[in-house]
């Protein structure tokens, strides 16, 4: 706990000069608006990239489903060759890479109504509070295991994010097939 105090010192006084910045900034733009046209050209240009690959996606939960985690959440725990303690530690990584695809998506979904800019100032902001929110996680246990929970945890949120890319690129190329083969006369 030692080390965990001086990095949350030091967290809170970043976070007081980013809102102090970012209050002066704000305040600067809503009086003299200085990045109007960085922001429309952002607004134009990266609207046009995101359109091409917006999709709406639909998932539920069956009962089948739930059922199969069960099965494979407890299978593992009460086998020999196991390790409980790693078991659940690395499931509770993969919980929180899925928080962390939920949550980007989520975001990236929010912040594109209201523009560009402001998708990329949140997606920046969400990467600077993962990176704090790991450095937490692994201050606060042992010494000994920070480099490795570090690892396992940048791994697990990169893995999470990456399903979220490859999630979005299947779904493009789904829908880009359907317009093709609707297309097609038959």
């Known amino acids: 706990m030692a080390r965990f105090t001086p990095l949350f010192r030091n967290i809170l006084g970043f976070l007081f000069i980013l809102s102090v910045l970012g209050a002066l900034g704000w305040g600067a733009q809503m009086l003299w608006h200085p990045l109007d046209p960085v922001i429309t050209y952002l607004n134009q240009d990266l609207g046009a ?21 069960v099965i494979l959440l407890l299978v593992p725990l009460a086998m020999r060759g196991v390790n409980n303690k790693q078991f659940l530690g690395g499931f509770f990584r993969g919980i929180l890479a899925s928080v962390v695809f939920l949550v980007s998506d989520w975001l990236y979904g929010q912040l594109e109504t209201l523009g560009r800019f402001w998708l990329l100032l949140g997606l920046g902001l969400t990467v600077i509070v993962t990176v704090v929110l790991i ?19 940048m791994a697990s949120i990169t893995s999470g ?8 690129l299947g779904m493009y190329a789904w829908s880009y097939v359907e317009k093709v083969l609707v297309q097609i006369p038959g």
């Open 49 to 69: 990239a995101g359109a091409t690959l917006s999709t709406e996606v639909v998932a539920g939960v069956s009962l089948a489903s739930l059922v199969l985690f």
């Open 135 to 153: 450095e937490l996680i692994t201050r606060a246990g042992k010494e000994k295991h920070e480099v490795s929970t570090r690892t396992d945890l």
């Open 161 to 168: 994010l990456a399903f979220s890319l490859l999630l979005n």
